[in-house]
Nanobody
Framework: QVHLVESGGGSVQAGGSLRLSCAASGYTFSSRCMGWFRQAPGKERERVAGIYTSGGGTVYADSVKGRFTISQDNAKNTLYLQMNSLKPEDTAMYYC?????????????????????WGQGTQVTVSS
């Protein structure tokens, strides 16, 4: 059974940093397009970053490019999202997402429908 568990969220002031982690169990981590999504109240869930776990190719939403960095540790089956220069508009629930297929064109995998497994989410709140 696949489990994704996020951690690392919290409340910070604008300009601050947080590092989110997503620990995966029961899941083969390599050769996947995995992603971090976020959803603010009243808004659709959007992908903020994606990564191909074999090779490390990454893709970012324009709104976070240059501020967020997605990375992985395959030995630990863990996905990370380093978030710097946080803004109030980054406030949302953040989710780790994983597909049930191998490979794929990660930059195209920006729809939640592409992903099968989701974590419970971790809240990020940025105050001005």
């Amino acid at each position: 059974q696949v489990h994704l568990v996020e951690s690392g969220g919290g409340s910070v002031q604008a300009g601050g940093s947080l590092r989110l982690s997503c620990a995966a169990s029961g899941y083969t981590f390599s050769s996947r397009c995995m992603g971090w999504f976020r959803q603010a109240p009243g808004k659709e869930r959007e992908r903020v970053a994606g990564i191909y776990t074999s090779g490390g190719g990454t893709v970012y939403a324009d709104s976070v490019k240059g501020r967020f960095t997605i990375s992985q540790d395959n030995a630990k089956n863990t996905l990370y999202l380093q978030m710097n220069s946080l803004k109030p508009e980054d406030t949302a629930m953040y989710y780790c997402a994983a597909p049930n297929i191998f490979g794929g064109v990660c930059y195209r995998a920006d729809s939640p429908k592409w992903y099968t497994y989701w974590g419970q989410g971790t809240q990020v709140t940025v105050s001005s």
